[in-house]
């Protein structure tokens, strides 16, 4: 298992851009498919982005597609979150997460969760 730390959140007006970054310890973070997720106020946690081991094969949400783009740097065991044209609707806490697959319909973390960065759009 991996250990995960999330950072980079914070306030931006609609428009801005964000970058979430997320950092693993461990010799495992290579092997793992990693991911993003978001929960807002009142709503259930919900998928955002997914990347590959290698990091040459990504899924969004359609909501944050052509917005976000999700990267990775396995020298440095970190996953990003570079969120530009941010919405007010985009406010929530961000998890990465670790060993994400998709099955029954939608994508689900099996290993490791982060603590949580917020992320908070004014508009």
């Known amino acids: 298992q991996v250990q995960l730390v999330e950072s980079g959140g914070g306030l931006v007006q609609a428009g801005g851009s964000l970058r979430l970054s997320c950092a693993a310890s461990?010799?495992?973070?290579?092997?793992?498919?990693m991911g993003w997720f978001r929960q807002a106020p009142g709503k259930e946690r919900e998928f955002v982005a997914t990347?590959?081991?290698?990091?040459?094969?990504?899924n969004y949400a359609d909501s944050v597609k052509g917005r976000f783009t999700i990267s990775r740097d396995n020298a440095k065991n970190t996953v990003y979150l570079q969120m530009n044209s941010l919405k007010p609707e985009d406010t929530a806490v961000y998890y990465c997460?670790?060993?994400?697959?998709?099955?029954?319909?939608?994508?689900?973390?099996?290993?490791?969760w982060g603590q949580g960065t917020q992320v908070t759009v004014s508009s």
């Open positions: 997460a670790a060993d994400v697959k998709y099955y029954s319909g939608s994508y689900r973390a099996l290993g490791s």
């Open positions: 461990g010799r495992t973070f290579s092997s793992y498919v």
């Open positions: 990347i590959s081991v290698s990091g040459g094969l990504t």
